[in-house]
């Protein structure tokens, strides 16, 4: 993909949403170009995939027993009546435990694999120039920030869940209109997350990352939507969680107004 094309301008909130999708696209690129850092990325996210994975399997095996446990006043309604809203129910289940799995995924991943994803933030800053204003941040002083941050991003994801959760159970609206609203909710706080490691190596921490990435939200989103969607394609989140983190890397310059294109 021409570099050059990126990195003009765009207007427009559809353009600015898809040039979030081709960030994310170029950020695949640069991963896919470079075996050393297709080996440094793969190992964290095969260990939190397989969790998750394991994890989600559980829900879904239990979905019925939960779908049951909250519905009780349909106990007594008919046998249709009651196998409808229990069907409802446990698809508000599902969507708000994926919901809850993209988010907390990528921020378990991060931690785990934290020295691995900040050495692929790095590598993608240096061919794009370096890091402008770089600060020297102790290992363990940004594994105690990043995951301080994660925990706030999980519980607020959480916060919006229950509200979508409940609005699951509004037939047809419940089943089209929340999974595109919880798409760009997670879209929204994956962007927040993935971009955590270039504006800590610039010394900035949660509440100034949110604040750039609201000054072009649609950018952001675009970016994030497209990794939540594609972390919900079985072995999504496996395969291009390190991409996303070298195109959260690329979302983060364009943010801050430095350059993308290859020095």
Known sequence: MDASRI????TGAVGRFLLGVRLLLRGLGLYVRSPKLML??????????????AAFATLVYFVDDLAAL????ADDWSRTGRSLVRVIAGL???????????????????????????KISEKVEERLGGTP??????????LRRSTADSVRLVALTALVGIPLFLAGFIPVVGQTVVPVIGAAVGGWFL??????????RRGMRLPQRRTILK??????LGFGVAVFLCFLIP????????AAVAGATLLARRSLGQSIEES
């Open 7 to 10: 990195a003009s301008p765009v």
């Open 40 to 53: 440094l990325g793969i190992v964290p996210a095969l260990i939190s995939g397989a969790l998750f994975v």
């Open 70 to 73: 909250v519905t009780p006043f």
């Open 92 to 118: 508000a289940f599902l969507g708000i435990g994926g919901l809850l799995a993209v988010i907390s995924f990528t921020a378990v991943t991060l931690v785990i694999g934290d020295p691995f994803y900040e």
């Open 133 to 142: 204003d770089a600060v020297e941040v102790p290992f363990w002083s940004s």
């Open 191 to 200: 962007a927040v997350e993935l971009v955590g490691a270039p504006f800590y």
């Open 215 to 220: 000054a072009d939200r649609p950018m952001a």
């Open 235 to 242: 072995l999504g989140a496996v395969l291009v969680m390190p």
